[in-house]
């Protein structure tokens, strides 16, 4: 296969002068980047980047009432471990092009790696991507401020206003902003932390819902009780209605990717982060959920609670007030380091997007500061997190829209180098240490079909009759979103954006060693 132009190998001399050059920055300035960023980054710090992403002890508790009343207890567990092995694929997908390319970027470099003669197509998932981030650390964020809401009322009976829950959410926003301008070691050592938060934690509460529940449910109830609270005759639709609370409780494996200029081994770490933290999320989230359904003493209190967080009132109702408190601590520091790492994507995806000149102010947002964080794309994060946040205050309905369009907004970016990777089997021109080998076409094209699928599903209206208040607004914010994309790229982009900009243009051209050419 001859080599494009594009896919050739850079001089890999070290800019320090420095003779022994990481392999990892061997390989990013073959693809024709300057290392910038210290490698600081353990297998254990960016699995816990993706697994702080996805959040699963978070996404599993915010979202649970979704499949509750959609499907029930049938729903949720059959839907969790199907939409888990359909992610899974996904992972795998997305895990050998991260192998290929391990740059800060993530979705959006793999396209414009994949597809490099239309460029359009990596603008417009770098700036889809940049917004789901940013809109997924916001709800991260607000979700904190939801739980802090529901500990004061569980704790005292006051019941907290929605100004009051926007202003802890800009002060979660804040503080996400702080810890993120620490710099690497920071986020890598919180990321740390998480995993072992996460189990200690999942312990902790799957012991203390079967311990003190009351009431044990049957097998009978956890794995065929459907339970339909959306007004929808289609049983079949329902349940399918429920598998929206397993996709994104597992969004955000992909994020390991947007550190990978900053990991130890990226070629080889990044890739097992993104799949080990969907495996490792699946059988976590499993358990939980798990202790959940045999733990639920009433479905329809749930449905009628005045908590904040409605899983608040199945803790209450299961295991009594001061261990509700103690479990939703638990969930709420989760959900906060999830929403942090989430700050940590999106102001590398600026920084990427900048480099390449897919977003304006250049300098501004590839400057480090001495923790070597790029803190101007971390600061607009908090502050788009700030501005969206007060939609809270006007419209619960309108800012729920913004926000479920960040999960649309994730899997649509999933979609572009997947589809690439279908339609054009020979884009991946190089491969890494991680690769499918025969079964790389067949995994793509499930996972294109499963990632179609779901897009579709997340804009379908959820409940029936379809009124103005029940109505899936998501259709109109994901919209919105892409009219914003097109404007920047008809008036700005497309006069600026040619594709990746090369920082280490090498004196001459090498030809690729023998290992990385496509099979």
């Known amino acids: 296969m001859s080599k494009p132009e594009e896919e050739q190998v850079f001089n890999v001399e070290d800019p320090a002068g420095d003779v022994n050059i990481e392999d990892s920055d061997q390989r990013l300035m073959k693809l024709g980047y300057k290392p910038e960023f210290r490698r600081e980054m353990s297998l254990l710090g960016v699995l816990g980047i993706s697994f702080c992403a996805i959040g699963i002890l978070t996404g599993s508790s915010a979202a649970f009432q979704a499949g509750l009343f959609s499907g029930g207890p049938l729903g949720l567990f059959w839907g969790w471990n199907i939409c888990s092995f359909f992610m899974l694929l996904i992972a795998l997908s997305q895990a050998e092009i991260c192998s290929?390319?391990?740059?800060?970027?993530?979705?959006?470099?793999?396209?414009?790696?994949?597809?490099?003669?239309?460029?359009?197509?990596?603008?417009?998932?770098?700036?889809?991507?940049?917004?789901?981030?940013?809109?997924?650390?916001?709800?991260?964020?607000?979700?904190?401020?939801?739980?802090?809401?529901?500990?004061?009322?569980?704790?005292?009976?006051?019941?907290?206003?929605?100004?009051?829950?926007?202003?802890?959410?800009?002060?979660i926003n804040i503080l996400s902003g702080v810890i993120n301008t620490i710099g690497t070691k920071a986020i890598g050592r919180m990321s740390t932390f998480n995993i072992w938060w996460t189990l200690g934690g999942t312990f902790v509460l799957v012991i203390t819902l079967l311990v003190k529940a009351p009431v044990k449910n049957s097998a009978e109830f956890v794995f065929t009780d459907l339970e339909n609270f959306t007004g929808w005759g289609s049983k079949g639709f329902v349940v399918l209605l429920g598998f929206l609370q397993a996709v994104y409780s597992l969004e955000g494996s992909e994020t390991a990717g947007q550190v990978a200029e900053e990991a130890l081994r990226a070629e080889f770490l990044a890739p097992m982060a993104v799949v080990g933290s969907i495996i490792g999320s699946w059988i976590i989230g499993l358990a939980y959920m798990l202790a959940l359904l045999f733990s639920v003493q009433s479905i329809t209190s749930i449905q009628t609670t005045s908590y904040a967080i409605p899983i608040a009132q199945l803790y209450h109702d299961a295991i009594g007030t001061r261990l509700t408190l103690m479990c939703l601590t638990v969930i709420c520091l989760a959900q906060f380091m999830a929403a942090v790492t989430a700050f940590t994507a999106s102001s590398r995806l600026y920084y990427a997007l900048a480099r390449d000149n897919a977003f304006p102010a250049k300098g501004a947002f590839m400057a480090l500061n001495r923790f070597q964080a790029p803190f101007v794309g971390i600061w607009m994060s908090v502050l788009i997190g700030c501005v969206v946040s007060c939609a809270y205050i006007g419209s619960v309905i309108a800012f729920n829209a913004i926000l479920s369009s960040a999960a649309i907004a994730v899997m649509l970016s999933y979609l572009q180098p997947i589809a690439i990777r279908v339609f054009w089997p020979s884009s991946l021109q190089v491969r890494g240490p991680f690769h499918l080998g025969k079964w790389s076409w067949v995994i793509n094209a499930v996972s294109l079909a499963f990632t179609s699928f779901i897009c579709v599903l997340f804009i379908l209206p959820t409940a029936f009759p379809v009124n103005k208040t029940n109505m899936n607004y998501a259709v109109v914010s994901i919209g919105g979103i892409g009219m914003i994309v097109a404007t920047t790229w008809i008036f700005w982009g497309r006069f600026h954006y040619k594709g990746p900009v090369l920082t280490n243009v090498a004196q001459r051209p090498e030809s690729a060693s023998s290992d990385e050419k496509m099979a």
């Open 100 to 171: 290929a390319y391990p740059t800060m970027g993530g979705l959006y470099f793999w396209v414009s790696k994949l597809k490099p003669d239309f460029p359009v197509l990596a603008y417009c998932t770098g700036w889809i991507y940049a917004i789901a981030m940013n809109l997924t650390g916001t709800s991260g964020n607000l979700t904190v401020a939801l739980f802090i809401a529901s500990l004061v009322e569980v704790g005292s009976g006051r019941t907290l206003t929605r100004v009051q829950i926007a202003a802890i959410a800009w002060g």
